[in-house]
DNA sequence: GTGAAAGCGCTAACAG
DNA sequence: CTGTTAGCGCTTTCAC
């Protein structure tokens, strides 16, 4: 009803070209948006294509121009919201250039990172590395499939691929520094997961930041809720009475596990999260985590892929900041007297 | 270092037939599983193919054959973890058989819902529709492109298109009945965004529960926490003793909402939610929601995606079940003896 | 069981 | 500014 029966076969180009009394190669130009083409022409393009309902083959169009137009994103995990935040923008970017995204997660498993990865490379015109856990051998066999690869959320050393990454370093410093200032003098650090880049930059953060009469205790952990969740009993071994946790996901799991054991956060124990996922705001206690830039990564990583499928030249880093956000998930210790606490939290 | 020097053009059939000493053809037909190749050849082939490094042009192989082996998914909403845990299961089923997956995601908005659909299918053999929000007509104009289209998580009345939904009425009746028996006797229903299909079937669920003493008052909401967050005050101005919400999202945003006015959940007020996304079991309260069979329709959806590319005819049908889980974000209200409350709960 | 040949639908020189 | 001519790399009849 109104609707057009369907043609059996889509309508190629050939036909689009007959019924508008011209070549093939000038629909092509038209609908590439390439050269010029006289506005008579393309206007009759314009309207034979729209009256037979023509869309280009993609399959074809690539075969022929070498191009996909497509884009691939590889991500660790998408169960966590963090890394839908850091591409949404991406996705965005990509479709308003009229780029097609293709998005993959490896599960956070090295063997599927480098196959999914060179298969996204067979598909897409570039790929997109969102905190990568492989070595750094893989990332170049990456790269050396000749198409341009960005790395997201981690930076590395010697191949001159192109990074953007958030400077954690000082986020997390500034971070552990709130909760010192609070007046904690005995804190867990619940690291990431073991091939994390980004949980060894937050490990290093925290280790390097040297305060008397302060002592930061590293305890295994992962990347997510469950991770968190399961780590509390050797959290609350060490004794101590907060805790800075990966990121939110493990925060939000080492929160339940403390509840379930009656304790109260940030009453007994303060926690605090990374990154700032959308949950983090209305968990309750709302959790005091960092918050990553992710809008302007996303745009960065896209402005950086555009430039690089125009052929630029790889290696360009860009470096964003982090801040933390402090929320309800810390207070000062039971311990310690209130002002003294108050007073410290304030400075810095 | 070890490494092999990468080829400036990736090797094509022809030369892979060359080492083999065979025909392009033959290649084609040992690398594409398909009829009768002696295993001496087979044997050749796949020796030749490994040394070179060959993998087969994607667009190339699509132009040829006319399939892509690749499917396209559309989610309204990928931010919601709910979508991402359904779409979990079809990603690796898909990879077991070798097909690819591009998930997109619509955003709620049903102008994207059309054109993303039309898009994916024109990168792929089929479409797996979530849980849709279009009216029927986009949804046969997409079934009319000629490739298998299957829908996920909603019922189509005429079309006669393939569906795997599960029975959430018969859940969300229990859930209410759950609700009730605590002794709750003004109860709020939190709906979903307008236009989803799912969010009516709920609160027909509910509406159609008639149970005398007790009133259910349907209050706007949408499907995001912060749409949950900002109906709280509406919720509140019902006097109700417990709010069902649309989905576990909402919820979530429903309870932040009552605890920053320092509200009790469950003391002061009962919440349930929807989807027991992975966070449901880690917020506090614990979330009571209902689990739906997410395993079993991603399953169920790449079996019947299977079956439809295999030629199968459209419009088979698939019902699943869904279950309450009840955890500690119920409880009877504070006006009602706790004795009768229990009573009540326990039947049913 | 295997090869030769003919395109799939499009883009990209190259002439005009 | 536009048409003609070649393929892109693969699959797939069709003979042998």
Known sequence: MGREVSP????????????????????????????????????????????LGYAPHVAARSLASGRTHVIGVLVPNLANPYFYALIKRVLHAAHKDSYGLIVADSDESLADERTMGLNLLRHADGLILCAPRCNVSTLDELADEGKPVLVLNRSIGRVPLTTIVADNVTAMRELTRHVIGLGHRRIAYLQGPPRSWQGKER??????????????????????????????????????????????????????????????????????????????????????????????????????????????????????????????????????????????????
């Not at 629909?27 to 083409?37: E, H, N, P, Q, Y």
């Not at 555009?306 to 880093?317: F, I």
């Open 8 to 51: 059996a076969r889509r309508p190629t180009i050939r036909e689009v070209a007959k019924a508008a009394g011209v070549s093939a190669a000038t629909v092509s130009r038209v609908l590439g948006g390439s050269s010029a083409v006289s506005a008579e022409s393309t206007r009759r393009v314009r309207e034979a294509a729209g009256l």
């Open 203 to 348: 490990w290093r953060a925290v280790r390097g930041l040297r305060t008397p009469h302060v002592e930061i205790i590293p305890v295994p952990g992962g990347g997510t809720m469950d991770d968190g969740y399961r780590a509390v009993p050797e959290l609350l071994a060490t004794g101590c009475t907060a805790v800075l946790a990966h990121n939110d996901l493990t925060a939000v799991g080492v929160i339940a596990g403390l509840s379930e054991r009656g304790l109260d956060v940030p009453g007994d124990i303060s926690v605090t999260g990374y990154d700032d996922i959308p949950f983090a705001r209305f968990m309750s206690p709302p959790l005091t985590t960092v918050r990553g830039p992710n809008e302007e990564a996303g745009a960065a990583a896209w402005r950086a892929m555009a430039a690089l499928l125009d052929g630029a030249a790889p290696g360009t880093r860009t470096q964003l900041t982090a801040a933390p956000v402090i929320r309800d998930s810390t207070a000062p210790p039971k311990t310690v007297g209130r002002a003294d606490a108050a007073g410290m939290a304030e400075s810095g």
